[in-house]
T-cell receptor, first 117, second 115 residues
């Protein structure tokens, strides 16, 4: 069965610090990869996605993620965080051509990011 | 451009009552997905529907839960005879194409509390 692991449950950083949130998935085939963000009191918003092509993808608000197929990883990065980045971040995977569902997103448990001003 | 709409945002039910959660997809989207988020957990897939059809309900509990997406109107997730363990946030998402080739956009969720 597919699964997604997010290594950090809660990350606390000071403003201007660099951020890297880990995400690993288990599935040997072709995947679509996503990072969603949930700001306090708001709904899930798409941060960035990878379907194919350049494995380094850029998203909104200065975030980027790198797909490393050999490591089954899709880590999220930002060079300099701001207080407004305080939120919960979810990595999600969808398997293309998966024998079962065509729409099933598998989510990690999320990483809470707290940025101190 | 309205996003995915869900109502109610908060729903309180007593054990044994029925809960009905509604989801209106983004304009032009005909694919709807329901997910459940338990405390301290990520979102778990429940069901995938495309107008009038259930495509995949592999994540749906076998009893008490049902979903529909009629030709007209919102998608409905129905939970009969609710129990305390049903307390969770229920999120709906929609996409314009099949979920394995398209991005899913999420609604604000319905927080169900069972007393």
């Amino acid at each position: 069965a597919q699964s997604v692991s997010q290594h950090n449950h809660h990350v606390i950083l000071s403003e201007a610090a660099s951020l890297e949130l880990g995400c690993n998935y288990s599935y040997g085939g072709t995947v679509n990869l996503f990072w969603y963000v949930q700001y306090p009191g708001q709904h899930l918003q798409l941060l960035l996605k990878y379907f194919s092509g350049d494995p380094l993808v850029k998203g909104i608000k200065g975030f980027e993620a790198e797909f490393i197929k050999s490591k089954f990883s899709f880590n999220l990065r930002k060079p300099s965080v701001q207080w407004s980045d305080t939120a919960e971040y979810f990595c999600a995977v969808n398997a293309r051509n998966y024998g079962g569902s065509q729409g099933n997103l598998i989510f990690g448990k999320g990483t809470k990011l707290s940025v101190k001003p | 451009n309205a996003g995915v709409m869900q109502n109610p945002r908060h729903l309180v039910r007593r054990r044994g009552q029925e809960a009905r959660l509604r989801c209106s997809p983004m304009k032009g989207h005909s694919h709807v997905y329901w997910y459940r988020q338990l405390p301290e957990e990520g979102l778990k897939f429940m069901v995938y529907l495309q107008k009038e059809n259930i495509i995949d309900e592999s994540g749906m509990p076998k009893e008490r839960f049902s979903a529909e997406f009629p030709k007209e109107g919102p998608s409905i997730l129905r939970i009969q005879q609710v129990v305390r363990g049903d307390s969770a946030a229920y999120f709906c998402a929609s996409s314009s194409s099949a979920g394995n080739v398209d991005t899913q956009y999420f609604g604000p969720g319905t927080r169900l509390t069972v007393l």
